[in-house]
């Protein structure tokens, strides 16, 4: 199954609340659920993985928030670099990173090092990440004689974001936690993204879940702005 699957783990403030619990302990159960969906995503075949673990505008949280997140983010590098190398996938962190502490650089510059060699799977990780902030500067860096091709803004893209330069188009977004909207992630590379939303709280969000969403996405017939023959739908 070699797909690019983007996920917007929405929901672990509201899963910690409903139960009593301060934000910050959903994100830790949050960071629990994402080393199953990675393990999951791997064993299905799955080539691609972005997860949306930090929006630009997250910043304009609470600080203490922030900070556990942050934290939370360089323990999850720190402790999981090996289980990837493990299970042969690559880490890859997307995003701005003259915001972030030196020492999440570090921890992100040295798993993305380990990791460079695994190919079984790609997990890209978005820290600091606007789409919209992302676009206006590969468009800034773009030539200005004219010749500027779609391959071309994409490696200005790719440039900009610190992305692998092969991990292709979005074809299947999920967004936890009943919102339906895409939060300035991956605009470009969502542009023909089959979308699916499930209530389900990103922490609560399994294995069997992200074989719900597969086994929907296997339903769809995607066009691509044309028209299917009619041997083609069936």
């Not at 800034?140 to 440039?159: C, H, I, K, Q």
């Not at 300035?184 to 969000?205: G, K, N, S, V």
């Amino acid at each position: 199954m070699s797909l690019h699957v983007a996920i917007i783990m929405d929901g672990n403030g509201r899963w910690a609340q409903r139960r009593g619990m301060p934000r910050s302990t959903g994100h830790v159960h949050g960071a629990k659920a994402v080393n199953g969906i990675v393990e999951a995503a791997a064993h299905a075949g799955i080539r691609t993985l972005t997860l949306y673990a930090f929006s630009s505008d997250n910043w304009g949280r609470p600080g203490v928030e922030v900070d556990a997140l942050m934290r939370l983010l360089q323990r999850y590098l720190t402790t999981e670099t090996r289980r990837c190398i493990e299970q042969g996938i690559r880490i890859n962190v997307i995003g701005r990173r003259d915001r972030l502490r030196p020492s999440l650089v570090r921890a992100i510059e040295n798993s993305e090092r380990l990791t460079a060699d695994c190919r079984r799977m790609d997990l890209r990780i978005a820290i600091d990440y606007s789409s919209q902030h992302s676009i206006l500067e590969a468009a800034r860096r773009a030539p200005r004689d004219g010749a500027l091709s779609m391959e071309v803004f994409e490696r200005l893209l790719a440039d900009v974001d610190h992305s692998l330069a092969d991990t292709g188009a979005v074809d299947l977004l999920i967004r936890t936690g009943g919102e339906q909207r895409l939060s300035d992630f991956l605009l470009w590379d969502c542009a023909y993204a089959e979308l699916y939303f499930t209530d389900r709280l990103w922490p609560d969000f399994g294995e069997a879940e992200l074989r719900a969403a597969l086994d929907d996405y296997g339903r769809r017939h995607r066009r691509f702005g044309k028209v299917l023959a009619a041997a083609e739908t069936g």
